[in-house]
């Protein structure tokens, strides 16, 4: 620019300034539209060196890699079918979890992931447990497939053998810049069936990781069939994955296992630790790990003819880590080694059965206040706590409740198991509809004829439903034979009916009043749970759940007086709870007993001409008295119940 000295001569340098930048801004932006597109590459971190069953925690962020070198020190060596006698390790397994965002591994044999210009000879898994199983060898002498041995099959070792390249970054994610991602490396050697190794749908070659779905309602762990890696002495004419199907003999079981990194706590104060997630996962990585300090799963070992599924009800915002134990127990069974020496755990999987950042159906980890969530607890206690202590001396409107409350439950879980892509909304309005009419229509037929058999068979039929909800929340609800759900809801109904039967033998008013005073307490301590953060009200969802959910009834776990009750449990809460139910429903019988009528109320259409009322319904024995003759009688005419053995008939 020439040299401006003069106000005019500064004007006309600014102007011309600023033109030429204007000219400069817009020829740089025409470049830019006009250049191809590439993306950002990622920072690479230098390889951290990582030992066999060594944890390492690194921190990323959006687009950082870091890579990873395992070395094998004693990488497996030539041998022949069996290969029993072989020494050093014959696959490598590497791992990858992290709590917020899906993480992705690459693994190579050859050369670093970064460096590798062969993208078929990289490896590549994504997810929040992401794992990658390679051998590091390879058979020859083989009859067809990879798993067909013969007599004269030899292993080599891999000539990259001794060094195992991966590197792990964050996948895309725009609510997450940074997390932190726990790495481990294993390996397994003859002796250790192959985790995965029979996977035909797998884009993966071996599938070692265990597989978690989640809804609502349950949650699903899969499992992919595992290879015993070597024929072991049984017949060579078919392939082990083959045979693993076909035969009776026994080869590998399977055995769930599970551990829980996060006490349960209220779902407004949910916490959740990613130090106390990757120190369960730890835990779970290895058979010793598992054996010491897992859970095993009620259901009993798998075998390799069973179904590769486990369902287990769902509990929000309760952190689980799942592992697959399997055995061989062909081999166990004829060495004097330890039964360890055959035995490798699945690469663990969790669930929070929430999610972090919206991203589907479930709802959100994060804590917080639940309007919806707070408004229905509050509604169900103080809706307890009314019929539980007055209810009696509100009659009509007693009946209301129970009737409301049926005939939506009843609905609800109808419309759930018949049509389960009903939206919740739209299911849950339907039955509150449903519940309202049936309620209206229970109070018009007491209206119109008085009857005294609506109440006394209403009142125990809902307080039924409860009281069989609890008996089923025992071991008794865990027998061999309940697994069947046609034989547990013919005996949830049997219950039902019987506690009916019963209320029935006692005086009306007595009736109403017992049942009033538990189920409305129950309702009482159903809502403060969610403010507490016991698992009192899964007694009554449990029933729900096994009548929606076939699957559940294979692996149920509902002993409300266990520690693993719908996960992690706190059994002196969950007793706390239990008891102080069981001393507030005696409390509001004693306040009803004292402060309400000592009969049932009159119909305000025909007055009481029933004084039946307060006697039992179903008494052992009875004979009746009419005090008028048959023809005058009217809903003015009096009925005398009394009994035979009556001095004052």
Known sequence: LPVCVSAAARCRCRLLLMQRLRLLLLVLASAALLMPQHHVLAAVSDPIPISQSQFVEVTLTQGQVQSFVFTVTNPGTYCVVPCLDADGPMWVRVAAHSMQVAVQLNVSMYAPPDQQTDASLISSSTGTSASILNRLGKWSNLNGGDDCFTSVSTWDAHPNGEQVYFSVMLANSTAVTSATVLVFVDTGDITNPLPGGCCLTCELEYDALTHVVVNSDETSVAFDQAEMGVSRGYSTSQCDCDY??????????????????????????????????????????????????????????????????????????????????????????????????????????????????????????????????????????????????????????????????????GVFLALTHSVPDMAHAARFGVSAVCGIVFAVVVLGLWYRTSSILIPTMLFPAVCGVVVAAVIFATP??????????????????????????????????????????????????????????SNFRDMLLNVYKRANVKSLTETYEGNYFSHEFNGQTNLRLNIIMFVAW???????????????PPALPESPRYGRYDVSERRPLIPARRRYKLTGPREMMSPSTSYVFSDSNSEDE
């Not at 035995?343 to 980890?365: D, I, K, M, R, W």
């Not at 547990?488 to 039967?501: E, I, R, T, Y």
């Not at 001393?583 to 007993?593: C, F, P, R």
């Open 244 to 409: 693993l199907l076909s035969t009776t003999t026994t080869t590998l079981s399977y055995e769930l296992y599970r551990f829980y990194p996060d006490q349960k706590t209220p779902s407004f104060r949910t916490h959740l630790s990613s130090a106390n997630l990757f120190d369960a996962i730890k835990r779970l990585s290895t058979v010793d790990g598992v054996l010491s300090n897992g859970l095993r799963v009620s259901a009993g070992a798998f075998t390799p003819t069973d179904k590769k599924s486990i369902s287990l009800p769902t509990s929000f915002a309760e952190g689980v880590v799942f592992a697959m134990l399997v055995t061989d127990e062909y081999q166990a069974s004829r060495s004097t080694k330890p039964r360890s020496a055959f035995q490798t755990v699945y690469t663990p999987a969790f669930t929070y059965a929430c999610n972090f950042h919206g991203e589907n159906s479930l709802p959100s980890c994060s804590p917080g206040l639940d309007g919806e969530a707070i408004a229905t607890a509050l509604l169900a206690a103080l809706m307890g706590l009314f019929v539980a202590v007055v209810g009696h001396r509100f009659f009509k409107t007693e009946m209301f409740i129970f009737g409301f409350t049926l005939a939506s439950s």
């Open 476 to 533: 008794f609800g865990e027998l061999g034979f309940l697994h069947n759900n046609w034989t547990f809801s013919l005996m949830f109904a049997s219950g039902v009916a019987l506690v009916v039967v019963i209320l029935m033998y006692i005086e009306p008013h007595w009736n109403a009043r017992v049942s009033s005073s538990f189920a409305g307490m129950f309702a009482v301590f159903a809502g403060l749970d969610y403010f507490i953060g």
């Open 582 to 596: 069981v001393v507030a429903s005696l409390i509001a019988l004693a306040i009803q007993a004292r402060f309400t």
